[in-house]
């Protein structure tokens, strides 16, 4: 028997708030009017979020505890990944909030190009706990808290609810199911990186082991 998705979805604002969903995704959630998405799509939650600041070791601009200023954030030069070479981010928003802005030098479309330019260079990278985990498997990098206050944030599956009825669709949307359950919970918390990684395996500034 296949789980059924709950009908209830989040506005298209919380979707964009995922700081690395493709732009064009973001775009055309943003597109409907509540009631229309609420119409004609469905998702769930895959897991909960929320950004880190991520250098190489021995980076200048992290102090002798790992961790980083709000000054020290914006003097710096940050790589940006973008699957289209836009530089929108909630990331952003959240300092403009605050009156200070960061200096993007650089937009890459690849997680992989831009963790090799951080281990090579003084540059910065924003990026979800997740994909922070990734990177410092090998416990290469300083992984720290940003040093402004953010909010958490959901990344889920969007599908459309015309495809429901479809036998495939239904097949695969069960399959997905069980990975997410499996991986990160029913309610999106069982997250394998900083803030509920108990014994701190990715090296988290802040984090308790």
């Given amino acids: 028997m296949i789980r059924r998705p709950p009908r209830s979805t989040p506005k298209p ?3 964009a708030s995922d700081v690395y969903k493709r732009q064009g995704l973001r775009s ?3 597109s409907y009017s509540d009631d229309k998405f609420d119409e004609y799509f469905n998702s769930f939650l895959i897991y909960k979020d929320r950004p880190l600041c991520v250098g190489r070791k021995g980076n200048p601009f992290f102090d002798k505890n790992g961790e980083i200023s709000l000054e020290n954030y914006t003097a710096a030069n940050h790589v940006h990944v973008s699957y289209d ?3 929108d981010s909630p990331v952003n928003d959240y300092l403009q909030e605050i009156g200070r802005k960061r200096n993007i030098s650089m937009s890459v479309n690849y997680v992989s190009v831009a963790k090799e330019i951080i281990r090579a260079s003084d540059y910065l ?3 979800s706990g997740h994909l922070a985990s990734y990177f410092n498997k090998a416990n290469n990098f300083i992984v720290s808290p940003m040093p402004f206050d953010t909010n958490e944030y959901s990344v889920r599956l969007f599908w ?3 495809s429901e009825n479809d036998a495939a669709h239904a097949w695969m949307l069960g399959k997905l199911y069980k990975i997410q ?3 990160f919970g029913l309610d999106g ?4 990186h900083y803030y509920t990684d108990p014994e701190n395996r990715y090296s988290v500034v802040g984090s308790n082991p």
């Fill in 13 to 15: 604002s919380s979707a």
């Fill in 28 to 30: 055309e959630l943003k």
């Fill in 85 to 87: 070479g836009t530089i």
């Fill in 125 to 127: 990278i924003t990026l």
């Fill in 160 to 162: 459309n609810k015309r």
């Fill in 181 to 183: 359950e499996k991986n």
């Fill in 189 to 192: 918390d069982n997250v394998d």
